[in-house]
């Protein structure tokens, strides 16, 4: 469920290529602290990955992480067990299909208080038209001349 979709697809989730970037530049940082003189260069597809992309992917995991666990904690304040929360935002953030425990692939969400379920429309929403754009939405700037 994490891991939502191929780069090119339209699925929501963190992206494999994210995946994929993220730990090129785990494996560049490693080797960088044990060959400190070294010119090390992470690539991906036999190209050099930009600084720009590769905290652009971080980013993007670090906020989706973010609405991970708020969305989790949320809706355990509601008295929703914490797999069954989990697994729910998840679902909803990645576009995926069912969760596990009460949201399982024979139960539905219908049972779900109504500020979860603006909670998992809102999950839905940043999943799948991507997280970044989802909150340039709500920021300021994006209205302004």
Same mark, same amino acid.
């Given at each position: 469920?994490?891991?939502?979709?191929?780069?090119?697809?339209?699925?929501?989730?963190?992206?494999?290529?994210?995946?994929?970037?993220?730990?090129?530049?785990?494996?560049?940082?490693?080797? &960088?602290?044990?060959?400190?003189?070294?010119?090390?260069? $992470? &690539?991906?597809?036999?190209?050099?990955?930009? &600084?720009? *992309?590769?905290?652009?992917? $971080?980013?993007?995991?670090?906020?989706?992480?973010?609405?991970?666990?708020?969305?989790?904690?949320?809706? *355990?304040?509601?008295?929703?067990? !914490?797999? *069954?929360?989990?697994? @729910?935002? !998840?679902?909803? =953030?990645?576009?995926? @299909?069912?969760? =596990?425990?009460?949201?399982?692939?024979?139960?539905?969400?219908?049972?779900?208080?109504?500020?979860?379920?603006? !909670?998992?429309? %809102?999950?839905?929403?940043?999943?799948?038209?991507?997280?970044? $754009?989802? %909150? =340039?939405? %709500?920021?300021?700037?994006?209205?302004?001349?």
């Amino acid at each position: 469920m994490f891991i939502g979709a191929s780069g090119g697809s339209t699925g929501g989730g963190c992206k494999v290529s994210r995946f994929q970037i993220l730990g090129r530049q785990l494996r560049a940082e490693i080797w &960088r602290l044990l060959h400190p003189r070294a010119v090390i260069t $992470a &690539r991906f597809n036999g190209k050099p990955i930009t &600084r720009s *992309t590769m905290d652009s992917s $971080a980013a993007f995991f670090v906020l989706y992480m973010i609405i991970l666990t708020a969305s989790t904690l949320i809706t *355990t304040a509601f008295g929703i067990e !914490l797999l *069954t929360a989990f697994t @729910g935002v !998840l679902t909803c =953030l990645s576009n995926v @299909g069912p969760g =596990l425990n009460m949201l399982g692939p024979v139960e539905n969400f219908a049972w779900l208080p109504s500020v979860i379920k603006w !909670l998992f429309s %809102f999950c839905m929403l940043a999943g799948r038209l991507e997280l970044f $754009a989802v %909150f =340039l939405l %709500f920021m300021p700037g994006t209205y302004r001349k």
